[in-house]
């Protein structure tokens, strides 16, 4: 098999059955640069890992996806907590699975922005651009 297709395999792979120990999901809270990602874990502490070379050409880390993220093998020595196991791809599927964090449940989609209705229009500056017709214009018509 080609790498790039055993890559593609690795990348389509869906949720685990059991997370391993060490295995936490975590939320993409920043990019800090060199690969490696500010994340946001269930208890809602924040911290940093690296996305190894296998990911780096062939994946797109977005702002708020997730990541199934190893923190059980840090023999490092500097600020990274750990690395980025697999990126959450088809979110749907993981959702379902039983140990998906509470803290990470969908936000309802707000939709549109909503505004109250106690809001005063004369509050609005006029428009310097349109002209208002006058109360001459209007009886003309």
């Known amino acids: 098999m080609s790498r790039r297709r ?3 395999a ?3 792979s869906g949720p685990p059955d059991v997370l391993a120990d060490g295995h936490f999901i ?3 809270l920043a990019a800090q640069g060199q690969q490696i990602f500010s994340v946001e874990l269930p208890d809602k502490s924040e911290v940093l890992v690296e996305l190894p070379p296998k990911f780096r050409s062939t994946v797109f880390v977005k702002r708020g996806g997730y990541v199934l993220a190893d923190l059980g093998s ?3 020595t500097n600020k990274i ?3 980025i196991v697999e990126v ?3 979110e749907k599927e993981w959702r ?3 140990y998906w964090p509470k803290e990470f449940a969908k936000r309802p989609d707000m939709g549109y922005m909503q505004y109250d209705d106690d809001d005063d229009d004369d509050e609005l500056m006029e428009n310097p651009n349109h002209r208002m017709p006058s109360s001459d214009e209007e009886d003309d018509m």
């Open 96 to 98: 379902k699975m039983s």
């Open 88 to 90: 959450v791809v088809e």
């Open 26 to 28: 975590a939320r993409i």
């Open 10 to 12: 690795t990348l389509a």
């Open 6 to 8: 055993l890559q593609q």
């Open 74 to 76: 840090s023999e490092r």
């Open 81 to 83: 907590a750990g690395e």
